[in-house]
């Protein structure tokens, strides 16, 4: 086609050009290089008619021929018998900086000329080996890489490629700064740059400071960065398995040590190492003392376990692994002279004492008094630390032997517990540590404390004045009284006795708690409903006066009834309400003090009246009752009582709502004068307002007219606007509407199509499947007849036929016979077959035969 193309014979070639031209008679491209005046025979076509550059590599470049040509060791072509050069085929050559050449044919130019790689300092390319090779090294040594092998190419220098190598990255140098180092990890077994062999997964530490280049088989795991240690940080490390340290000594795996600033003043861990955690120094002062558990043995090296060891004094220590401070740093016990401490042997010791020597046992308790200093050695331990206890005169303590178990009280003067004494809890009931509370805040004139009372102190109780405290001691099985105003202490074994007074009005019982009895005179008062004989029911509120006669010989008797108030009222009430109901409403409305009186005291023998009334129980007394009101229960006696009351208070009512009429109708005079008077005055002043007003209407009217007419002028516009645009909006709207239409639509019908395509294939199948099927079964059927017949049987039944047929042939005594219209060929040997009924013509044949 170039050919017809360009019908020119003659092609002038210039230099560093070349074309290329096939002999039709022996179909060989060769290749014509210039400068030169080509012609074209009959016979050849020139396969580019425009001739070609040359392939200019310049310098420090290079290109990518794919399918080269082959050429031998002296660099000539190698041509098959056909004079055309070899090429290979699937293959790459690369070709640096040389003179022009041309392409042969076949031969094709996968890139420009590229600059040749630079590597720089710090830098270098990992490569791959594609294919076995042999390379030729600086040295003029010969180096065998097989496919698969990787190595690096480091700069500074020019990288020149090869086909069967290919480079997989750069890599850049890494910075190791000072105080780091880099942690690496082989990946496969190698020997490093000092000529260490590295086993694969092994890794190690690069500890110089500077840039280093990761071999190819170098895995970078990360940076570690030096421990700085100090006078007051040291670190403890851990041996992950048997190594030898930077020191040069011998570590074996799970072995523990710490790197202290004595060692040296940064640490790298090094890969065998594991930092446990760092550890504190710990600083004694002169007043300060320590006991580690587990010492370490500076001979051996190795935890003394089980041993203790005490230290003290100006001291600075690291703690060394295994090591444990039992309870810190703590400081020496400085003594006043009212301040012991109670001290506890855990072992056996002996403790000097000037000359003295004491034998301590364990578990034995003794105590050391002030005032002195006192550092506990490791056989001892503290218990707790005691004061002297400062008690008043009306103060005490429980104290409680722990050897025999008595409880006794220590009262009116400071006390030091002994070694085998301890301060003892009295427990107290909720209800009279509720009691006390509050009667030390009425003492006080304060509020209720809300601290808790100290258990160990003695209980005290100020009775009142012209009131009593019984006490009952648990141990003696005896009670006593103590009369106020009187300071009660109770004893180890003593309770209060705690009083449950009825209170309010009515009496409800338990209102009031209380330790102390209150002797009277005093009153109380109830209310109590009753009925009279004529069964008018009345509430009384009566108020008595009381009191308790004491007999010194048996003071207990005032605290025989824990509640006196309800009992009072209960006797009183009934007492009442029987006398009440003997009389009628009238008579005791008149006499209610002497019913009622008389009722509760009754009357001597000479007929009068008594004046109090004494209970032989607890020695109480009642000396006075006073009736402070009566009501009648039932409403309608009550309405009936207070009519009288109402008149008087309606009839007052009325003169005051009369006085108060006229009083109101004279202000209501003045008031409507000084109302006209001021109506007069607004409507001036509204008229006023008014003429202002008409003013500002019309300049109102004349600016609104204006403004209406430029408002509507404006609408009028942004409404044909806002219709344009909503015309626009709607038909791109239509059309988008129409366009998912046309979309669904066609989708709708894709999907009706394919669809009916899946159900005839699958019908088609069905199908395919059915006849296989039948076809199956015909076969199956025909060789199951075949089988069942047998060969003999279908023998004879392929021969009865013919046999029969020539028997009736014989019968007849025909030779021959034919029926034709002299037109039509006849077979004579379908002849029977046609006369007698479709037996085959090469049976008959064989018949004849």
């Known amino acids: 086609m170039s050919a017809q193309a360009n019908p020119s014979t003659v092609i002038r070639i210039k230099p560093h050009q070349y074309i290329h031209v096939l002999d039709n008679n022996t179909n060989v491209t060769r290749v014509e290089v210039g400068p030169q005046t080509f012609t074209r025979q009959d016979h050849e076509r020139v396969l580019n008619t425009t001739p070609s550059s040359m392939i200019l590599i310049p310098p420090r470049n290079y290109c990518i021929i794919d399918s080269p040509v082959i050429r031998d060791k002296s660099g000539a072509l190698v041509l098959d018998k056909f004079n055309q050069p070899k090429l290979g085929h699937g293959d790459q050559e690369i070709r640096f900086s040389q003179d022009p050449f041309p392409l042969y044919p076949g031969e094709v130019l996968l890139s420009q000329p590229v600059p040749l790689q630079v590597v720089q300092t710090n830098t270098a390319l990992r490569l791959k080996c594609l294919r076995d090779f042999v390379e030729v090294g600086a040295d003029k040594k010969e180096i065998q890489h097989t496919a698969g092998d990787e190595w690096i190419f480091e700069g500074p220098g020019t990288y020149y490629p090869r086909v069967e190598v290919q480079v997989l990255e750069t890599i850049k140098a890494i910075i190791i700064k000072e105080n780091q180092a880099l942690k690496l990890k082989a990946r496969l077994g190698f020997q490093d740059r000092k000529g260490v062999v590295r086993q694969p997964g092994e890794e190690w530490l690069v500890r110089e400071s500077g840039a280093y280049l990761p071999g190819v088989n170098e895995e970078v795991v990360g940076f570690i960065q030096a421990l700085v240690l100090t ?121 000097k004492s000037g000359k003295q020597e004491i034998v301590h046992k364990p578990g034995d308790l003794w105590m050391i008094y002030g005032p002195c200093d006192y550092i506990p050695p490791i056989q001892v331990d503290v218990v707790e630390k005691r004061k002297r206890i400062p008690l008043d005169v009306n103060e005490g303590i429980y104290v409680r032997d722990i050897k025999t178990g008595k409880v006794r009280s220590v009262v009116g003067s400071s006390y030091m517990l002994l070694s085998n004494e301890e301060l003892w809890e009295k427990p107290l009931p909720a209800i009279v540590q509720d009691l006390l509370k509050k009667s030390a805040s009425r003492d006080q004139n304060e509020e209720v404390n809300e601290h808790e009372r100290d258990p160990t102190r003695v209980v005290t109780y100020r009775v009142p004045h012209n009131a009593a405290v019984q006490i009952f001691d648990y141990r003696k099985k005896e009670a006593r009284v103590i009369f106020g105003p009187e300071l009660v202490m109770l004893q180890p074994d003593e309770e209060f006795t705690v009083l449950s007074l009825s209170g309010q009005i009515p009496k409800r019982p338990n209102h009031i708690r209380s330790l102390a009895l209150f002797l009277g005179p005093d009153f109380m008062t109830d209310l109590i409903t009753v009925e009279t004989a004529d069964h008018a029911r009345l509430s009384l509120k009566l108020s008595y006066n009381w009191h308790f006669n004491i007999e010194p010989k048996n003071p207990s008797k005032l605290f025989a009834n824990s509640d006196f108030t309800g009992d009072l009222c209960k006797a009183t009430s009934s007492l009442v309400r029987a006398a009440v109901a003997s009389s009628s409403f009238d008579h005791f409305h008149k006499h ?152 669904n639509e066609l989708e709708a019908t894709k999907n009706k199509h394919v669809v009916e395509i899946e159900h005839l294939s699958a019908l088609n199948k069905l199908e395919v499947s059915k006849a296989r099927e039948v076809a199956n079964i015909e076969t199956s059927k025909f060789n199951n007849v075949v089988q069942s ?47 007698i009924g479709g037996v085959p013509a090469s049976q008959i044949q064989e018949e004849f035969n």
């Open 789 to 835: 017949l047998g060969k003999e049987t279908i023998q004879s039944i392929a021969q009865a036929g013919p046999e029969m047929q020539a028997k009736l042939l014989q019968g007849l005594g025909l030779q021959s016979f034919m029926i034709t219209d002299g037109s039509s060929p006849i077979n004579l040997f379908n002849t029977a077959n046609g006369l």
């Open 231 to 351: 006078d007051r940080i040291a670190y403890q490390l851990h041996a992950l398995r048997s190594f030898k340290d930077i020191f040069g000594k011998q570590r074996k795996a799970g072995e523990e040590w710490i790197i202290t600033q004595s060692d040296c003043d940064t640490y790298i861990p090094d890969v065998n190492e594991k930092v446990v955690r760092d550890i504190k120094a710990i600083t004694l002062t002169n007043r300060q003392y320590c006991i580690i558990e587990n010492p370490v043995d500076q001979a051996t090296g190795k935890n003394r376990l089980g041993h203790k060891i005490l230290l003290q004094g100006d001291k600075t220590f690291f703690l060394l692994p295994g090591e444990t401070l039992v309870k810190g740093v703590q400081t020496v016990h400085v003594l006043s002279e009212d301040e012991a401490l109670l001290l506890s042997a855990n072992q056996q010791f002996v403790e």
């Open 592 to 743: 209610s003090a002497e019913i009622i009186q008389s009722a509760v005291f009754g009357k001597s023998e000479d007929g009068k009246p008594n004046n109090h009334l004494a209970f032989e129980t607890n020695g109480l007394v009642i000396t006075n009752i006073d009736v402070q009101s009566v009501e009648p229960v039932d409403q309608r006696t009550l309405d009936s009582l207070q009519k009288s009351v109402q008149l008087a208070i309606e009839i007052t009512t009325k003169s005051q709502e009369a006085t108060a009429r006229q009083e109101a109708e004279r202000l209501d005079q003045m008031a409507r004068g000084e109302l006209e008077r001021q109506k007069i005055v607004d409507e001036a002043r509204a008229e006023e307002s008014r003429a202002k007003l008409v003013q500002l209407q019309a300049q109102s009217a004349a600016v609104e007219s204006t403004g209406q007419a430029v408002a509507e002028a404006r609408a009028r516009a942004e409404a044909a606007l806002i219709v344009a645009e909503a015309e626009i909006k709607q038909a791109k709207l239509s059309a988008k509407a129409s366009e998912i239409e046309a979309l």
